[in-house]
T-cell receptor, first 113, second 113 residues
Framework: GAGVSQTPSNKVTEKGKYVELRCDPISGHTALYWYRQSLGQGPEFLIYFQGTGAADDSGLPNDRFFAVRPEGSVSTLKIQRTERGDSAVYLC???????????FGPGTRLTVL | SQQGEEDPQALSIQEGENATMNCSYKTSINNLQWYRQNSGRGLVHLILIRSNEREKHSGRLRVTLDTSKKSSSLLITASRAADTASYFCATANSGGSNYKLTFGKGTLLTVNP
């Protein structure tokens, strides 16, 4: 079946703008995660959804970052007033439940000029 | 914050040779997972080993886990040029937050034809 998909694959924006990044998880996966990966680093956890609710958003760096998953499937990561330091690859993953292997999408490369 | 630390940071070998990568971590874990990443984009899950397991095999991959030393190793036997990628270990903590993966910085493996 289809894997995790993310759109757009690349996003270039200007400092101060608002961006939305979309994630379509594998069908039937109740758990969804967002990670951020900076150049030369491993991914870092941002937020975890179980169903529609954000069960753990402790990894979001500040209140400019927000994520939703209104129907328990597709998720959108929203970044307000983007800064150059937000430039990174944003990875989405899903799993059947928590504590099991996670399936990652191809990521969205965000560049803030 | 990064928990796992992979060693070495970079490894270059000839096709047919074996490649060994190590990972150390700091806290009690529920499981440890190894992922492969090509060209800085999506991660591919390779293998998951639980804290009560000591060794696991999957095809040409062999993973060991030593919880007393808080370390793991990934062995790829009979390497191929297609194995060229970055390899990350990721730990899931024991307890209620076992959904949150903490990644190391990765080992860049180059397999020369």
């Amino acid at each position: 079946g289809a894997g995790v998909s993310q759109t757009p694959s690349n996003k270039v924006t200007e400092k101060g703008k608002y961006v939305e990044l979309r994630c379509d998880p594998i069908s039937g996966h109740t758990a969804l995660y967002w990670y951020r990966q900076s150049l030369g680093q491993g991914p870092e956890f941002l937020i975890y959804f179980q169903g529609t609710g954000a069960a753990d958003d402790s990894g979001l760096p500040n209140d400019r970052f927000f994520a939703v998953r209104p129907e328990g499937s597709v998720s959108t990561l929203k970044i307000q007033r983007t800064e150059r330091g937000d430039s990174a690859v944003y990875l989405c993953a899903s799993s059947l439940d928590k504590g099991v292997k996670q399936f990652f999408g191809p990521g969205t490369r965000l560049t803030v000029l | 914050s990064q928990q796992g630390e992979e060693d070495p940071q970079a490894l270059s070998i000839q096709e047919g040779e074996n490649a060994t990568m190590n990972c150390s971590y700091k806290t009690s874990i529920n499981n440890l997972q190894w992922y492969r990443q090509n060209s800085g984009r999506g991660l591919v899950h390779l293998i998951l080993i639980r804290s009560n397991e000591r060794e696991k095999h999957s095809g040409r991959l062999r993973v060991t886990l030593d919880t007393s030393k808080k370390s793991s190793s990934l062995l790829i036997t009979a390497s191929r040029a297609a194995d060229t990628a970055s390899y990350f270990c990721a730990t899931a903590n024991s307890g209620g937050s076992n959904y949150k993966l903490t990644f190391g910085k990765g080992t860049l493996l180059t397999v020369n034809p």
